[in-house]
């Protein structure tokens, strides 16, 4: 268990939907990260926050937002969705005390739009 | 930015033969280089990590290897046995932010 919870697991919505994806850190860890990994693809950087500022921007599309909340926690929003994006979404975290720069990451977020 | 290429995608072996999985990246200024272990449905997990100002690594079964002059750092692995079959991910990051760029994957199969 890496301590980064992530919910829901799995996501099943129709082209042109919403949806919200939800990460808590690690205790004590800062910095929150998103990725998305499509079959086949390897794990690609969306969006970065830190102590609930964002700090470094990915290959996030304009129709994706996300925020990090004072508690920590972070959402991950997808609008007008495309078929395109189904993805499993990983959320990581580190930035804690004694931090190496190693991520933790959740189990994920499987998204499939159909 | 940050550009990672990883070879190869696919690695077939027999069980108790050595793999290595080899990454090149492209920005001199990134120093830290993680690998991460991705087994079948489960999250990637670190299994080592070396720094720009040491040229090899070793834990257990495991090695990495770092060339800064050529930019291109390699996983060793020795004795390979069925668990560690996974997907293997290459990354490179710089800096304080160690935001890492990852390699597309290796997919490790190894046949008992």
């Known amino acids: 268990d890496s301590g980064v919870t992530q919910t829901p697991k799995h996501l099943i919505t129709a082209t042109g939907q919403r949806v919200t994806l939800r990460c808590s850190p690690r205790?004590?860890?800062?910095?929150v990260y998103w990725y998305q990994q499509s079959l086949d693809q390897g794990l690609q950087f969306l969006i970065q926050?830190?102590?609930?500022?964002?700090?470094a921007k990915g290959n996030i599309l304009e129709r994706f937002s996300a925020q990090q909340f004072p508690d920590l926690h972070s959402e991950l929003n997808l609008s007008s969705l495309e078929l395109g994006d189904s993805a499993l979404y990983f959320c990581?975290?580190?930035?804690?005390?004694?931090?190496?720069?190693?991520?933790?990451f959740g189990e994920g977020s499987r998204l499939t739009v159909l | 930015g940050e550009n990672v290429e990883q070879h190869p995608s696919t690695l077939s072996v027999q069980e108790g033969d050595s793999a290595v999985i080899k990454c090149t990246y492209s920005d001199s200024a990134s120093n830290y280089f993680p690998w991460y272990k991705q087994e079948l449905g489960k999250r990637p997990q670190l299994i080592i990590d070396?720094?720009?100002?040491?040229g090899e690594k070793k834990d257990q079964r495991i090695a990495v290897t770092l060339n800064k002059t050529a930019k291109h750092f390699s996983l060793h692995i020795t004795e390979t046995q069925p668990e560690d079959s996974a997907v293997y991910f290459c990354a490179a990051s710089k800096g304080g932010s160690y935001i890492p760029t990852f390699g597309r994957g290796t997919s490790l199969i190894v046949h008992p």
């Open positions: 205790s004590g860890d800062l910095s």
């Open positions: 990581a975290s580190s930035g804690g005390t004694g931090s190496t720069g190693e991520l933790f």
């Open positions: 926050y830190y102590n609930g500022e964002e700090r």
């Open positions: 070396i720094r720009s100002n040491v």
